[in-house]
């Protein structure tokens, strides 16, 4: 499927420097052996074989792309039984494929190799009930201020259940915990405004949503911003902190003809066109009040009004 890329409206940092994204695509059907051959098929570089660590692609066209068994607690399988385990577990367990930092402008060519897994057999999260494989964004920030992140999270917490609807989330997806929707207490501190620092937005998000198990997992970026505050309220150890969304609401559907990568990344942009436009993101925000102050509203009600508004705007 041929999907013209968007362009982020702030495509530079406040450094001047082009923003970058790092992938993850999640999939399953497919060894970590027959993914990397496959990459190595359409990228180039040279594949390095890591114990326990899957397989590293260096030096490809993108840069070097790791594929591996996201299945930590077997990853120092020693005895049969603990290989076979490892086996079963990639049934379910998806394989990852994860780039470097990329110029948006190359998912392209990300997309491009996509027929190739789908023809050596790979699945993705429709192929079975129990699947929940994804794929991840991590698009750099522009810059590390308030004015730089509030607006890009705000706009997000108000668009999601429309995004969710446009996106058509796979039911096996919404069953499992690192896709929940932000809880209302967050959305409507965001809406409320009023925040005057990035510290008071931390402790406002992590008042309402100590997790890393959302759609848009701010943790990265607030570990990155300030570790010893998220600190004391998460552990550090799993997080790896830096100056990036860590954007993770896709279903990976590498296995349909139709999806693609570029699909899904016009989806992130379009949040961040959100974003720029002061004027919509307040409208979006006096109409999250009203919707919220009605008793005759339902969740369904807000995905419909955002959905008109932004349409509407953009």
């Avoid at 397989?55 to 996201?70: A, F, K, P």
């Avoid at 190799?113 to 699947?131: Q, S, V, Y």
């Avoid at 964004?137 to 509030?150: A, C, H, K, R, Y």
């Avoid at 996106?167 to 929940?180: E, G, K």
């Amino acid at each position: 499927m041929c999907v013209t890329i968007d362009q982020l409206p702030q495509p530079c940092t406040s450094a001047g420097k082009p923003r970058r994204v790092g992938v993850e695509v999640e999939l399953g059907g497919l060894t970590e052996e027959h993914v990397a051959d496959i990459v190595q098929a359409h990228l180039g570089g040279r594949i390095d074989t890591r114990p326990a660590q899957g397989r590293l692609v260096r030096d490809t066209t993108l840069g070097d792309i790791e594929v591996y068994l996201d299945s930590r607690y077997l990853a120092d399988a020693e005895t049969e039984l603990e290989k076979r385990l490892r086996e079963l577990a990639s049934v379910v367990v998806p394989v990852e494929v994860v780039t470097e930092p990329l110029l948006p402008s190359d998912i392209p060519v990300l997309d491009d190799m996509l027929p190739k897994l789908r023809r050596a057999g790979a699945t993705g999260t429709r192929a079975g009930i129990l699947l929940g494989f994804g794929v991840h964004f991590n698009p750099e920030v522009t810059g590390t201020e308030l004015s730089d992140i509030l607006p890009v999270l705000t706009a997000f917490a108000l668009y999601e259940d429309a995004l969710r609807e446009t996106a058509q989330i796979d039911i096996s997806r919404r069953a499992l915990p690192f896709v929940d929707p932000y809880p209302r207490a967050l959305v409507d501190a965001l809406a409320r405004g009023g925040i005057s620092d990035t510290g008071e937005l931390i402790d406002l998000y992590l008042k309402h949503a100590p997790s890393r198990n959302y759609a848009l997992d701010m943790m990265a970026l607030f570990a990155h911003l300030d570790p010893e505050r998220v600190g004391k309220v998460m552990d550090l150890e799993p997080i790896s902190a830096r100056p990036t969304y860590h954007f993770r609401l896709p279903d990976c559907r590498v296995d349909e003809a139709d999806w693609s990568l570029a699909l899904e990344w016009n989806r992130w942009v379009l949040i961040e066109r959100i974003a720029a436009d002061a004027a919509l993101l307040e409208r979006l925000k006096s109409a999250w009040h009203a919707h919220r102050a009605s008793y005759l509203t339902l969740r369904g009600d807000w995905t419909r009004t955002s959905l008109d508004l932004v349409q509407g705007a953009l």
